[in-house]
């Protein structure tokens, strides 16, 4: 354990005149102190990255972080260091640890936080606070801010720690409840005070906790388990949907022998993309719209029926209008237990882990599992091929200047000859499409705007991925998804991380074509700069740029940046006007009765 020694309990007594050879004093007392003790905890823990941003009052800590082991990976933007920290947690089921300073830099690490809480991805934002007898009387310190209370609603937990003594246990209780359950963000306040205190080394070393199974085995029920299989075996049309919570769960061949052996179709959303191969042949993605309504039992492992399932009802399920149920029976395989009926009937809940649950559903097959009925497998084979063909017409379609279809081919040929590479996405037009169109062939390659949809989210989950595993990264973004976290390529250079950056420019939100109603000199609120280099910005820091107006310019530009592994940014410029209004979720826009 790293010590401190208290100069007080250290220096000798002062010869006193006349008093003769002084008297050996006691041992010296040993004393720790907040900032070693923080570290002693996270290290105990095996937490051996930290991501944020330095300030009052936290820069020593990230300074004796760093010289104690753990890297500390310095951001420009809060957001970004806690976007990072998130997906750092989903990759490794251990919490991403993102420290800010207070009040602003807390705030720009709170929407990581929800972020990560609605996506259930582990991770702890760690902030330093100001004065609480100041916050709590609003006598107005600096950076003052309540922030454990505007944490609260927004994280899964939050705790505060007030004592040296306590800290161990602050650090167990955070732990445990990011990565236990359904995982989810945790919000830790460490006031600048508690930094310094000091305490014995020894009794510090004692209070600290090495958590213990911090996120225990779930074993559904056995009842349940059978009412699922039950249910699975009696369907004439069923359809496995596979969910982010699926890739989370690291129970990659079970999942795989699960699909196999019931030789059902399955959907995978889109972080469950690689979890089985695009390209399997049991995949449903290339019939999505017929599957959905057409299937008549469900199970969902690891998937909500959230909007991104359209909740499970209406016309995309067959129903007669958008909330009508269809005639699925759903089994939900969820390690929440709250999850079930959310949004329609869950006729057979599974709950559990998602790793225990699906052993326990291959155990329960047995063998002589009968294949689902023929004539539905060879119904979906004949849409999918039907969907393929097209796609791959469009796909060869060479046009000037380059669409989202022509880049997106090249990426697709890069992403399968190199499918360890990890694919973060963002944007409207520039995440609709490359979902659909770039497979992905192992699991936990592609990592997205997830439930929210939200933008923000590229660099930060650039540079963890790069960090975290060490592979090459490839970044698609729109040209407006990119900008919100822009300048973490300097981040990128100063570690110089294997991350390729495609900036799909079309220069603006959706497409670049929107002109100002009014007809004033204001561009409309969603065109940019039009032919912006972006390429030119990761040549400030060191990295290389390349502008890429055709199929083959981006082919060469990819491959020199994978072959080379050196930070690049590829200026992808897209037509202008290939994109639609908020890429496939145009409907979700509300529309004016009044016609201008
Ligand atoms: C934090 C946040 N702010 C705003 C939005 C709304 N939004 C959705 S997609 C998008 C950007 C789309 O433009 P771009 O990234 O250039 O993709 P394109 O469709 O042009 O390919 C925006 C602003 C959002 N999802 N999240
Ligand atoms: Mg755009």
Request: hydrophobic letters at 45%.
């Amino acid at each position: 354990m790293a010590t401190v020694t208290d100069p007080a309990a250290t220096a000798p007594a002062a010869p006193q005149a006349g008093a003769g050879p002084v008297v050996a004093s006691a041992q010296p007392q040993e004393l720790t102190d907040g900032f070693h003790l923080i570290i002693d905890a996270l290290k105990l823990n095996g937490i051996d990255t930290i991501f944020g941003l330095p300030g009052i009052p936290i820069t020593d800590f990230t300074r004796m972080a760093q010289g104690a082991g753990i890297r500390v990976i310095s951001f420009r933007h809060e957001q970004n260091a806690g976007n990072a920290a998130a997906i750092a947690g989903f990759m490794t089921k251990k919490p991403g640890i993102c420290i800010t300073v207070s009040a602003p830099g807390f705030l720009n690490g709170l929407t990581a936080l929800a972020n990560a809480t609605t996506n259930c991805f582990p991770m702890i934002l760690v902030s330093g606070s100001s004065e609480r007898e100041i916050v709590d009387l609003q006598q107005g310190d600096y950076e003052e801010m309540d922030q454990l209370a505007i944490a609260k609603p927004l994280c899964k937990a939050a705790f505060r720690v007030l004592h040296a003594e306590d800290i161990g246990v602050g650090i167990a209780r955070a732990i445990r409840a990011a990565v236990s359950g359904r995982p989810g963000g945790v919000y830790l306040d460490l006031p600048a005070k508690l930094f310094a205190q000091t305490m014995d080394a020894d009794a510090g070393r004692k209070s600290l906790i090495k958590v213990v199974d911090p996120a225990p085995r779930q074993i559904p029920g056995q009842d349940a388990v059978q009412r699922a299989l039950d249910l699975l075996k009696g369907a004439r049309r069923p359809l496995i949907v596979l969910g982010k919570g699926a890739a989370y769960a690291q129970a990659d061949a079970d999942i795989r022998a699960l699909v196999e052996k019931t030789g059902i179709p399955y959907l995978p959303m889109s972080m469950a993309k690689g979890l089985l191969p695009d390209t399997h042949e049991q995949s449903a993605s290339a019939a999505r719209s017929y599957v959905l309504p057409e299937a008549d039992v469900v199970m969902l492992v690891g998937a909500r029926l959230n909007w991104l399932l359209s909740h499970g009802k209406g016309k995309t399920w067959g129903g007669k209008d958008h909330k009508a149920w269809g005639g699925q029976k759903f089994i939900q395989v969820d390690i929440s237990p709250q999850e079930a009926d959310s949004n329609v009937r869950i006729d057979a809940p599974v709950v559990g882990d998602i790793g225990s649950c699906v052993s326990a559903l291959l155990a329960g097959m047995g063998s002589g599992w009968a294949r689902p009925p023929a004539d539905w497998l060879a119904a979906i084979a004949e849409r999918k091929q039907k969907n393929i063909a097209k796609m791959a017409e469009t796909l060869a379609k060479d046009p000037v200047p380059m669409n989202f279809h022509s880049a997106l081919n090249v990426v697709r040929d890069i992403v399968k000859a190199n499918p360890d590479a990890i694919l973060v996405n963002e944007g409207a037009n520039a995440l609709d499409f490359t979902r659909s169109i770039v497979d992905m062939y192992k699991p936990r390659k592609r990592l997205d705007v997830g439930t929210w949809g939200i933008m923000g989210i590229g660099m930060g989950f650039s540079v963890a991925a790069a960090v975290v595993s060490g592979q090459q990264v490839i970044a698609i973004e729109g040209d407006s998804a990119f900008g919100f976290s822009g300048m973490e390529v300097e981040t990128i250079c100063r570690y110089n991380l294997p991350v390729c950056v495609v900036v799909f420019n079309n220069n603006g939100v959706y497409r670049g074509t929107d002109v100002n109603p009014a007809g004033g000199p204001d561009v409309a609120p969603t065109v940019f700069v039009k032919g912006a280099r972006y390429d030119r910005l990761m040549e400030a820091f060191g990295g290389v740029g390349v502008h890429a107006a055709t199929p083959a310019e981006l082919r060469k530009a990819m491959e020199d940046a994978i072959r080379s592994r050196r930070p690049t940014l590829i200026n992808a410029v897209i037509d202008e006007t290939a994109g639609t209004e908020s890429g496939r979720i145009t409907s979700l826009n509300p529309q004016s009765a009044r016609k201008k």
